[in-house]
C-alpha cells in the first residue's frame, strides 16, 4: 500500500501550500482532492485582512488577531514567514506578488463597478493599486459579446465617490472612460467566455492584434497619463508573456480586474502551486475523493480514497485537512442543524441550526454561521469544546479554521497561508523525531519534468 | 421516522441524479479537452449537468396528440469525446462525462444508428473479418484512395489511425502455444487456485491488432507465478456505448459477466492490459448501462489493469524486481481512460523500478482520439488539436519509443509523432529480459543484485 | 391628479382570475383597466403549485369542484397549450394509504366526470422508477402542470389588445363612495413612483383573492378573508415527469409536481392574519420532507432548492364558521359575492377562494353577474379561441428552450442566464417591453435566477443588460442598477433561507465569495451592505 509522510486532503491555497512546504523540506507528501475548487472561484490575490479604518494588511490583521478565537490569534507571526515563503515559491513558478503586509491596502476596481479593498495582488492586478494622481485617468476596456465584464455600467459606477470608499486612504481617477474592443476571431463564435479569451492570449500573433485593437480604442478617448482596466483574462498558460506584452504594447499601464468563476488568476495561481508541489516531488491526485480516513485512538493511520472499484489506501505519518469549509466541501450542513465534518467526525463549533443564517442576504454583522469551523491548539490540531486535542497527527488548515469570516474581513487567504505554514512547520518537527525510521525511497515515482501551469 | 431514517442507495439514479450536485462553478469547464480547441463544444457544464435538467428521464411516446415529440434536444453534447477530464475536476461528484454519454445515446435512440457509427462499435466483427486476410485488409486501409472513398462514404477520416492487424489472434495463437490455459466457458476444477492464476480479459485490440502485448503479459505474470486463464469473452461493449448502441452493448455484457463472474466468485483476480476494456468492467456496466447486480459487482470488484496489479503484488513484497537496466528517456501518456480508474500511475510506479529508466511523465490530458471519437471525419481535426501539446512533447524527447496503457492513444500518438508507442508491459517485459540476460552472461554479480 | 379616467369595468387583483376577467370583459365589448399592487401573477397565482388538476384530487369530498376542474382542465389545455405541460398524473397507494379510499376513487372519478384507469404498478415503477416500490395500486388521471405568469401574460395580451388596459404596480388606496351606494371613484397610487391616478368606472370588481378583505374595506364592505398559508418545496431535480398524489384524504406534502426543469412538492395549510407576512420555519420543511419521503423514498438524497409559500383566498363564511389550523374543511369552489345586497354597494362584486386551474370559468360566472347588472347582453367567448402567443399548439416540452438554442448552434455566449437557458436577446425584449421593472419581475417572465446557482451567476449580467438597455437614451443611474441587483440577491436568499444546508448551503457560499470576495458588493450601497469593521 501507498504510504506518505503527510496526507494533505484538500488542493485549495491552504493545503497546497501546507503540502509545497513540507515537500520543500524533504517530506514524502501526497495531496489528495475530490476536485478543484476554491482556487479557481477566488480573485486571486493574498487577502490577509481589510476593513474600512485599517490602513495595511498588518493594521487588520493586529485588530483580528486580538479577537478571542480568530485563528490569527494563534498565527499571525506565521503569516509573515508563510508569505514569503510562497512568494519565492510562485516566483519560481513564474507568478509574481505585489504589495505587502506593511504595505497600504487600495481600493481597487471590480467588474461590477465596486471596489474591494487589497493589498497583495498578483503582478498583473497591481496596476490598480498605485494612488492615482491628479491627471490620471482610468479607461476601463470591454470585450464585445463578452458577458462577464461590462464596461459601459462598471464605468457609471465608478464614477460615484461612494464606491471608492470616501475614507481617505485612496484617491480615484478623476475621469473614467469605457471602451469596448471586439477581439480578434470573435465575431461569430458561439462560445465567448474568460477560458476562451485566455486561450486567445496565450498565442502571440493573436494577442499582438489584440493589444493593437485595445490601444486603438484607448487611444481613441484622448491622451494623457492613465491606466487600463481590462478583464482578468490576460493569458493562462503563457500568462507572464502576455503581462509583458500588454505593458509593452499598451499605451499606459494595464490592470487586470478579476471575474466570476472560473477565475483566470485562481486557475494560474492552482497551476503555479500544483507545478512547484511536483518540483518538489510531491504527488497530486485530483478526482479521487476520501471515502474515509483510517483511525487509531488518537492517531490517523490512513486515509482511504474511492477508485473506480475497490478503496486505495494510502498509509499516512500525518494528515492535513485542508477540505476548504462550507464552500469547499468540508463542512456540510444537515437538514438537522448539525454543521458536520464528515472524515474524521471532528467536533465543529457552529451555532444551532436555526442561527446559522441572518434574515437578509447581505447583513451588516454577517451570518453567525461565518464564524463556524473546527477548533484547534497552537498546533492546528482539532480539539474539542473542553480544548482537548482529537487527534495527534492531525492539522486542520484554512477554511475550515472557526473564527474568522472569510469574506467579510478578507482574511481567508491569509488564514490560508498562515496556517498551512504552521501545518507544515508543525509536522516537520514532529518529524524530525522519526526520520531513522523512513522505509526506502525505492520504487518512488520520479517527478514529471516539465512541470506545467495546467489550465 | 424521521428524515435520516428514510435514506437508501439507489444506483439506478446514480448518474442523472449527480447532476443534482452541480455548483455551476465552472471548473469543468478549465480542464475539457475539446472545448479548448472547437467552438462548436460549449463545454461540459453546459452539456452535462446544465441541459441535464432540460432532458425528460426517458423518451416516451406523446401522450396525446398535442404533446410534441420527445426527440431529445440536444446537439452539441455530441462533440464530448467521453474523456472524463471533468468528472475527475468536479469538486461536487458530478457524473459530467457520463451524463454526456447518456445523452449522447439518447440522441441516437429512435433513429437509426449511422452505418459508420454502427460499425466502428463492432469491434469483434471487424477484427474477424480482417484477421485471416490481414495483408491485405492492412494494405487496404492504409490505401490513401480507398481512405478517401472511406471517408466520403462513411465518415472515417481518411487519416484517422487505424490499427494494423494481427497475421493471427491472440487466441488462436495461444490455443497453439499453450502458453495459457484458453478455457471453454466455465470455470472449472481442473483450474489452477486463484493464488496461482489470473483471468485475462484481452479486449478487442490484444486479440486482432496487438497480441504481442497480451503475450507481453502473460509472460510477465508467468515470471511472477500467475497462469493466465482466457476464457470465452468478447468485447466489453465500449465502443458501443461510445457510440450509442446501448442495446447491443447490453448484449455484449450478457455474455461477457456471466462467465467473469464465474471466476470472479471463486477468488480469480480479472487483469486486462487495455485500460479502457478494464475501465467498463470496472465501472462503466453499471454506470452507463445500469447493470449492478452482484454478478456484475463481482466482476467490477475483481477487475485489475495489468500495471495496477503488479504494483500490488510489488506492495505486498511479491513482485520480482529481477529488472536489468534500461537506459533511456522514455515519454509515457497516461490515458484519459487510466485516469478515470483512480489508481494514480501505476506505470510510471513500476518504471521506478527499473534502473535507468528516465520514465517521464507527459502530463497532458488527453491524446484526443478517445477511443472512436478521433476516428470519425467531424471529429478527426478536434482529436488532433487535443492532442498537439502532447505530440509535440513526445516529437521534441526524440526518442526510440514512447509509452501508453491504451491502445487507442498508442495508435493515435504513433500516427502523429511518428514514435514507436508501447504498452507498459511491454517495457517491463524488455526490463526482465534485460536482466536476465545480464545475468546469463554474468551469472556471479546478477545473482547477486537479485 | 388629473380628470379621472373613465372605464367600463376596474378590475383588482391582476392574477389569473383577474387576468381571465379582463379578457372576458374585453371580448364583451368593455373597456376595462386591470391593475395590481404588484407584477400581474407576483401574488397567490405566481405561488401555487404549479399544478393543472384534473380534479382527481375532489372527487371525494367536493365532487362539484372535482367537475369543474376536469371541465376547466380541458379548456386550458385547448386555449393555452403553450402554458400546460401534459405530464400526466397517478394517484398513488402507499403502504401508509387506506384501502378504502383506493377502492372507491376510480369510481367517484367516474362520477366526477375526470378520466381515470387503474395501472398496473410495475408499469408505473418502470416509467417512475424513483417512485416508492412498495407502492401497492395506481391510477391515472390527467393531470398536468400549469405556468402562470405565460398564462396571465397571453391572457392579458388579448384584452389589451382589444384596447383594454392593463397597470401592474397601481394600489388601490381609496374609494368614493356615494350615499345611493355607488363606487364613483377609485384612486390608484403607483407603487414605484408614488404618483396617483383617480379611476371612475361604471364597475368595480375585486379579484384580490387574499387581499380581497382590504379592497372590501376600500368600499366599506366587509369581507373576511382567512389567508391559508401553503408552503413547497422546490425539488433541483425532476425526480418525477409525471404528477404523482397519494391517494389518500387530501393533506399536507401529498403532491409532487414536475414544474419546468424542477419538481414542487407540496402543500401545507395554515391560516395566517396578514397575506403579506408569513415566514418558512423548518417544522413545515420537515413536515414536507416526511410525507414527501413516502412516495419517493430518496428524497432525503435530492437536493432542495428552494422553499416558498402562497396564500389561498380562503373566505370566511359569514355565520363565522372559522378555518382552523386546517382551513381545508373550507370550499376552495370559489364564490362571488355581490356586495349590492350585502354591504350597500351597489356597482361591487368579489371574487374569492377558487384554484388557478378554473379561473376561467370563476371569470367567466363573475362576468356574466356583473354584465347582467350593467345591462350588456354579449356573452362569455373566453373558451372559443385560442391565447394569444401559444406558438405552434403543442403542449410544453421541457427541452424547448435547450433545443431552440441547440438549433441556433448552442453554446454560452449569449446566455445571460445558463442555469435556465435564457438569452440575452429574450432579456433585452422582455425589459423594451415591461421597464421600469425588477429583476423579480424579470424572472417571472424569463425564468432568470430559477436555476440551482439561484442568481450567483446570472444576477450581475443580468442587472448589466438592465443598466445598458433599460435607461434608453440617458444611461440608467447606477444607484438604480445597485438596487436591482441587490434586490435580486436578497429575494433569491429568502427563498433559499428555509432549506440551508447541503449543496444549496454550499452555494450560497459561493454566491458570498462571489458578490463579496470578486466584486465587492458592500462598496454598492453602503448604507445597505457593509463590510466588517
Known sequence: MATADVVVVGAGLSGLTAAIALAHDGARVEVVARGNATTHWMPGGFDCGSFPGAASPSAAVEILEARAGHPYALLAPDLERGLAFLRGVLKTEGLVYSGDLDGPLRAVP???????????????????????????????????????????????????????????????????????????????????????????????????????????????????????GLPAVLGIAEHA??????????????????????????????????????????????????????????????????????????????????????????????????????????????????????????????????????????????????????????????????????????????????????????????????????????????????????? | MTIQDLVREATYLEIPLSADECLKCNVCNTVCPVSRVTDRFPGPK??????????????????????????????????????????????????????????????????????????LGQTDLVGRL???????????????????????????????PLPVYARSTLRNQLRRSAAAVVDGRTASDTDPSPDRAVVLFHGCAANYYEPHVALA?????????????????????????????????????????????????????????????THTLKAEYREMLDIDDADATAVAQATWDICEFLVDLHEQGRLDTGFGGLDETLPYHAPCQLKGHGIGLPAMDLFGLIPGLRAIDMDHDCCGVAGTYGLKKEKYNIAMAVGDPLFRRIREADTARAACDSETCRWQIEAATSTPTRHPIEIIAAAYATGDHDRTNQPAEANAAT | MRAAEAVDVLIIGGGATGAGLVRDFARRGLRCLLVDKGDLGSGTSGRHHGLLHSGGRYVAKDPLAARECIDENLVLRRIAPACVEDTGGYFVVTPDDPDEYADGFEAACRASGVPCEEVAVAALLRREPALNPHIRRAFRVPDGALEPWQLIDATVSDARARGSDIRPYQRAVAMKVTAGGRIVSVDLADERSGSMTRVAPRFVVSAAGAWAGRVAALAGARLAMAPGKGTMLIFNQRMTDSVINRCHRPGDGDIMVPVHE???????????????????????????????????????????????????????????????????EISRAHLIIDHEARDGVGNFVSIVGGKITTHRLMAEQTADVVCQKLGETARCTTADEVLPNQGDGRTYWLGHRLAEHEDDGGGDAELICECEMLTRDRLERFLDARWPCSLDDV???????????????????????????????????????????????????????????????????????????????????????????
Open chain 3, 443 to 533: 424572472r417571472r417572465g424569463t425564468r432568470l435566477g430559477m436555476g440551482p446557482c439561484q442568481g450567483a451567476f446570472c444576477t450581475f449580467r443580468a442587472a448589466a443588460v438592465v443598466a445598458e438597455r433599460a435607461g434608453g437614451a440617458e444611461p440608467l443611474p447606477a444607484a438604480d442598477v445597485d438596487r436591482v441587483l441587490l434586490d435580486f440577491l436578497d429575494e433569491r436568499f429568502r427563498g433559499t433561507r428555509p432549506i440551508a444546508w447541503g449543496r444549496q448551503l454550499q452555494e450560497l457560499w459561493i454566491t458570498a465569495g462571489i458578490y463579496g470576495g470578486i466584486l465587492g458588493a458592500e462598496s454598492l450601497a453602503p448604507e445597505a451592505v457593509r463590510g466588517d469593521g
Open chain 1, 241 to 455: 508573456a502576455v503581462l509583458d506584452d500588454a505593458r509593452r504594447f499598451l499605451p499606459l499601464p494595464p490592470f487586470e480586474v478579476p471575474l466570476v468563476p472560473p477565475s483566470l488568476p485562481g486557475v494560474r495561481l492552482y497551476g503555479a502551486l500544483r507545478a512547484a508541489l511536483l518540483r518538489r516531488g510531491g504527488r497530486l491526485s485530483i478526482g479521487e475523493p476520501v471515502v474515509r480516513i483510517e483511525t487509531d485512538g488518537t492517531r490517523a493511520t490512513a486515509v482511504v480514497l474511492s477508485a473506480a472499484v475497490r478503496e486505495r489506501r494510502v498509509r499516512a505519518g500525518a494528515i492535513v485537512l485542508a477540505t476548504g469549509g462550507i464552500a469547499g466541501g468540508g463542512l456540510i450542513g444537515r437538514s438537522d442543524g448539525r454543521l458536520e465534518e464528515p472524515l474524521l467526525g471532528l467536533p465543529v463549533d457552529a451555532p444551532p441550526g436555526d442561527d446559522w443564517l441572518a434574515d437578509e442576504a447581505f447583513p451588516v454583522e454577517g451570518h453567525p454561521l461565518e464564524l463556524a469551523g473546527i477548533r484547534t491548539d497552537a498546533e492546528l490540531r482539532p480539539v474539542d469544546s473542553g480544548g482537548r486535542s482529537v487527534f495527534e497527527n492531525v492539522r486542520v488548515v484554512g477554511a475550515m479554521l472557526a473564527g474568522h469570516r472569510a469574506i467579510r474581513e478578507r482574511s481567508g487567504d491569509g488564514v490560508a497561508i498562515a496556517s498551512g505554514w504552521r501545518a507544515a512547520q508543525s509536522l516537520r518537527l514532529g518529524r524530525a523525531e522519526s526520520e531513522r525510521e523512513r522505509p526506502s525511497r525505492r520504487g518512488r515515482r520520479p517527478a514529471a519534468a516539465t512541470p506545467v501551469a495546467r489550465p
Open chain 3, 262 to 328: 424542477v419538481a414542487i412538492l407540496g402543500t401545507t395549510e395554515i391560516t395566517v392574519d396578514d397575506p403579506d407576512v408569513y415566514g418558512i420555519d423548518r417544522n413545515e420543511v420537515e413536515a414536507l420532507m416526511v410525507e414527501g419521503t413516502k412516495l419517493f423514498p430518496d428524497l432525503p438524497r435530492m437536493r432542495l432548492l428552494r422553499a416558498y409559500a402562497g396564500v389561498r383566498p380562503l373566505y370566511r363564511d359569514d355565520e363565522g364558521a372559522t378555518a382552523g389550523d386546517d382551513g381545508r
Open chain 2, 46 to 119: 453546459y452539456v452535462g449537468p446544465q441541459a441535464q435538467r432540460f432532458r425528460l428521464a426517458t423518451i416516451l411516446p406523446p401522450q396525446s396528440d398535442a404533446s410534441p415529440r420527445d426527440a431529445s434536444p440536444d446537439h452539441t453534447v455530441d462533440y464530448c469525446s467521453g474523456c472524463g477530464m471533468c468528472t475527475i475536476a468536479c469538486p461536487a461528484d458530478v457524473k459530467i462525462a457520463e451524463i454526456n454519454n447518456r445523452a449522447r445515446a439518447e440522441i441516437q435512440a429512435g433513429r437509426r444508428p449511422r452505418l459508420r457509427d454502427w460499425l
Open chain 1, 110 to 228: 471590480t467588474a461590477i463597478g465596486g471596489t474591494r479593498r487589497v493589498g497583495i495582488v498578483p503582478d498583473a492586478q497591481a496596476a490598480a493599486m498605485e494612488p492615482w494622481a491628479a491627471r490620471e485617468r482610468l479607461v476601463v476596456c470591454g470585450i464585445a459579446g463578452f458577458k462577464d465584464f461590462s464596461a459601459g455600467p462598471m464605468v457609471a459606477s465608478l464614477r460615484r465617490a461612494s464606491v471608492w470608499g470616501g475614507d481617505g486612504l485612496t484617491a480615484r481617477p478623476a475621469r473614467i472612460e469605457a471602451v469596448e474592443v471586439e477581439l480578434p476571431d470573435q465575431k461569430g463564435r458561439r462560445n465567448i467566455n474568460a477560458l476562451e479569451l485566455g486561450r486567445g492570449f496565450d498565442d502571440p500573433a493573436w494577442r499582438r492584434d489584440a493589444f493593437e485593437r485595445i490601444s486603438r480604442a484607448v487611444e481613441s478617448t484622448g491622451r494623457g497619463p492613465g491606466r487600463i
Open chain 2, 217 to 277: 503479459a502473460i509472460d510477465v505474470l508467468r515470471r511472477n507465478g500467475f497462469e493466465t486463464i482466457v476464457p470465452e469473452q468478447v468485447c466489453c461493449g465500449l465502443p458501443l456505448m461510445n457510440n450509442g448502441l446501448y442495446a447491443h452493448a447490453r448484449r455484449r455484457a450478457a455474455t461477457n459477466i456471466p462467465v467473469l463472474a464465474a471466476y470472479a466468485r471463486r477468488g480469480y483476480r480479472i487483469v486486462g492490459t487495455s485500460t479502457s476494456c
Open chain 2, 130 to 160: 480482417g484477421v485471416p486476410v490481414a495483408p491485405l485488409a492492412n494494405w487496404t486501409l492504409r490505401n490513401p484512395v480507398i481512405r478517401w472513398l472511406i471517408e466520403l462514404v462513411m465518415g472515417i477520416h481518411r487519416k484517422a
